[in-house]
């Protein structure tokens, strides 16, 4: 069973990826990873939340990524969790100004909290909520309700549309609620935060030549250039990420929740042979040309390879 979701995940890597990205154009705004609902009469009059609701309905149960890219603090609302209260309420984006949520959210007393309600009166009484009674000992539920209206009361006709799509396809929310966990890496951006240098290379081996053999030094050379330019993309120092090298590799843009059935595997060609890196995704097999020292070099070389393989990757 494992190995049968892996190859209907690989098998629809790019085409999953694509569909997930036209979905979070249509539907959600805000920075990668970091989305809430736009709101949209028009959208929600031709009911196009709840078709994209069954689409990523759809990609979960094909073994693909979900929507991995809503706000945490939304999925924690749409899931009916309990939020942190030592959050960033500035990465939280909204059409509205967040920052007086902020500065309620840092009154470390009774005094600064009530000047603050004070100063924002007007401002707390257009979201619904009475300034008098609110106290600096209830100052977490305060926080916790304006955050709730801002991004998700607002849009609420929009996130139930998309949910009633999502529910539709194996009751997909309702064991969301039973288990939001279990769901977290589907709708938000946990691989940028797991997947590293260590988690990656954790994942492939290299078949390298003979031990002493003169193919074994060169093979070094640019196990040496690659590992390099891994690093590079986990420190955000060149233009691609592990996840353009994961999918350039594979075929898959993110780990399945499953893992894969096997490791990725490197090969090495001679130059007369190839230059640039050539991925194989069917066997999950990167061919990489033995005896490059220059860093750099390969470094444009592999971006060169991802770039132009416009997410379409050979067997």
Known sequence: MKNESFQKYKANGSENKLLTKAIGEAILYGPDGNKVFIHDGDKLETKMYETC??????????????????????????????????????KIPSTDDLTYIDEILKCSNSDDFQKTIDKHFETIIDQGLQPMKCQFEKKGEVVTYLLKNAIYYRHHAEISQFVKGLNSVGFLYDEMLREPQAFLSFFTDQDSKTLDFDSFRRLYKVNFSAEGSNNRIQEKDTIYCFETVLMDCTEAETEVTLQD???????ANSVPPLGFDKSFEINFVTAADKRLPVAHTCGMILELVRGISDADLFKNDMIKAIKWSGGFHSC
């Open 53 to 90: 609701g069954k689409l990523t309905g759809y990609i979960l149960l094909n073994g693909g990524p979900g929507l991995p890219m809503i706000n945490t603090v939304l999925y924690a609302f749409m899931t009916e969790q309990c939020i942190q209260q030592n959050l960033d309420v500035s």
């Open 245 to 251: 090298v994961l999918l350039f590799w594979t075929g």
